[in-house]
């Protein structure tokens, strides 16, 4: 070797040395070749759990459990890696706690230029992070599953009760046509038997499209979309049943009529359509009014605010979870409580986000926020 290059050899060694000492992702150390440690890194500190002082020249086996040490996998590992070369193992390995953790482990002999064994490196990676992950998305994968055999369950009973739905429609009609030929002008009994075929209807559509959403089996267009548009053709479409409880619905549209937003449409209508419907049930006197804005941060918004009930703060933190209905003294709780449930996987499911403002007996505020 050329003298003058040892002491910049010595440099290029240190610097490496302090190199591996500062990995801290892996456990990096030496063996000797009986296989006693001779060095020891931060990453082995952090993995293992011994500090350099305890664990130097106690044997690698140490890191092994009592039935892999009665095996002697130990002695297998350094003798494979002494005739190839290299050993690769995965498998679990002991800390200083003595709790188990999944290790990926590669050994390499270590020879001087005779060919002398002068020990082994040996480099230590924790899988127990990856295995979490593998094991959460395996858990995910089976939920998933458990999902769309859910789903596949209940379109197959979507089917099965609208049948029956559609006959007792079907009836109630026919009976009110022989009621009027019999100039019957109580038809209380009917109009309440329709009522209530209207609503097992609409619940039986929301629990499918709920399923639907969170298996992941709706499919999304997300596009430029006009929202002033949708939202007045929605207005047109509950202006006859705001009438009929002499409501107002009110619009003011404060962007200009080109402004797009990437929604998917199907998703849009219906979560507004949600919002106008719950407006509309929940209101009494007065009116419901829809407000499309930018706000100050650039982002476009819609506000769906009514003079109606309005909810306890009690019940705002369940508001938008499945069959939450709040039930009031002396009114009756219509509905399955799964329409603000739906609103607000709409929304996600579009990068939107919705919050709500309400007091008691002073009406309710929706707002729902379009990602820019």
Same mark, same amino acid.
């Given at each position: 070797?050329?003298?003058?290059?040892?002491?910049?050899?010595?440099?290029? *060694?240190?610097?490496?040395? $302090?190199?591996?000492?500062?990995?801290?992702?892996?456990?990096?150390?030496?063996?000797?070749?009986?296989?006693?440690?001779?060095?020891?890194?931060? +990453?082995?500190?952090?993995?293992?759990?011994?500090?350099?002082?305890?664990?130097?020249?106690?044997?690698? &086996?140490?890191?092994?459990?009592?039935?892999?040490?009665?095996?002697?996998?130990?002695? @297998?590992?350094?003798? #494979?890696?002494?005739? =190839?070369?290299?050993?690769?193992?995965?498998?679990?390995?002991?800390?200083?706690?003595?709790?188990?953790?999944?290790?990926?482990? %590669?050994?390499?002999?270590?020879?001087?230029?005779?060919?002398?064994?002068?020990?082994?490196?040996?480099? =230590?990676?924790?899988?127990?992070? %990856?295995?979490?992950? @593998?094991?959460?998305?395996?858990?995910?994968?089976?939920?998933?599953?458990?999902?769309?055999?859910?789903?596949?369950?209940?379109?197959?009973?979507?089917?099965?009760?609208?049948?029956?739905?559609?006959?007792?429609?079907?009836? =109630?009609?026919?009976?009110?046509?022989?009621?009027?030929? !019999?100039?019957?002008?109580?038809?209380? /009994?009917?109009?309440?038997?329709?009522?209530?075929?209207?609503?097992? &209807?609409?619940?039986?559509?929301?629990?499918?499209?709920? @399923?639907?959403?969170?298996?992941?089996?709706?499919? $999304?267009?997300?596009?430029?979309? /006009?929202?002033?548009?949708?939202?007045?053709?929605?207005?047109?479409?509950?202006?006859?049943?705001?009438?009929?409880?002499?409501?107002?619905?009110?619009? *003011?549209?404060?962007?200009?009529?080109?402004?797009?937003?990437?929604?998917?449409?199907?998703?849009?209508?219906?979560?507004? &359509?949600?919002?106008?419907?719950?407006?509309?049930?929940?209101?009494?006197? +007065?009116?419901?009014? !829809?407000?499309?804005?930018?706000?100050?941060?650039?982002?476009?918004?819609?506000?769906?605010?009514?003079? +109606?009930?309005?909810?306890?703060?009690?019940?705002? &933190?369940?508001?938008?979870?499945?069959?939450?209905?709040?039930?009031?003294?002396?009114?009756?709780?219509?509905?399955?409580? $799964? +329409? %603000?449930?739906? #609103?607000?996987?709409?929304?996600?499911?579009?990068?939107?986000?919705?919050?709500?403002?309400?007091?008691?007996?002073?009406? #309710? =505020?929706?707002?729902? #926020?379009?990602?820019?």
């Amino acid at each position: 070797m050329d003298p003058d290059h040892g002491p910049l050899l010595d440099s290029y *060694e240190a610097q490496f040395r $302090l190199m591996v000492e500062a990995v801290g992702d892996y456990a990096i150390f030496m063996l000797d070749p009986d296989g006693r440690i001779a060095t020891w890194n931060q +990453g082995a500190r952090r993995i293992k759990g011994y500090d350099e002082k305890e664990i130097i020249g106690r044997h690698f &086996s140490c890191f092994y459990t009592a039935d892999d040490q009665a095996v002697g996998k130990p002695a @297998q590992a350094l003798a #494979t890696a002494r005739a =190839t070369g290299r050993f690769k193992d995965q498998g679990f390995r002991v800390r200083k706690d003595g709790k188990l953790f999944l290790a990926d482990v %590669l050994i390499t002999a270590i020879e001087n230029p005779a060919g002398s064994l002068v020990g082994y490196s040996k480099v =230590t990676r924790d899988l127990s992070e %990856l295995r979490e992950v @593998q094991d959460g998305l395996a858990e995910m994968q089976v939920a998933l599953e458990a999902e769309k055999e859910q789903l596949k369950l209940l379109s197959e009973a979507h089917h099965e009760i609208r049948g029956p739905v559609h006959v007792i429609v079907m009836a =109630t009609y026919n009976l009110e046509r022989q009621l009027d030929a !019999l100039n019957v002008t109580d038809k209380r /009994a009917l109009e309440a038997i329709k009522r209530g075929t209207a609503r097992l &209807s609409h619940a039986i559509d929301e629990i499918l499209d709920l @399923q639907r959403v969170r298996a992941g089996a709706i499919e $999304l267009k997300r596009e430029p979309i /006009a929202p002033a548009q949708l939202v007045e053709a929605l207005i047109r479409d509950y202006k006859l049943l705001a009438d009929q409880k002499n409501l107002s619905i009110s619009w *003011e549209n404060e962007v200009p009529n080109n402004i797009t937003i990437i929604f998917d449409e199907f998703c849009f209508t219906q979560m507004i &359509s949600n919002l106008l419907n719950n407006a509309i049930k929940f209101t009494d006197h +007065g009116y419901i009014n !829809l407000r499309l804005f930018t706000q100050t941060e650039g982002s476009i918004a819609i506000e769906v605010s009514d003079t +109606g009930i309005g909810m306890d703060e009690a019940f705002v &933190s369940r508001l938008f979870k499945p069959f939450a209905r709040e039930n009031r003294a002396g009114r009756e709780v219509i509905g399955a409580g $799964l +329409g %603000l449930a739906l #609103t607000q996987r709409y929304a996600e499911l579009n990068k939107a986000r919705i919050s709500v403002k309400t007091r008691l007996g002073e009406g #309710t =505020t929706f707002l729902v #926020t379009f990602s820019s």
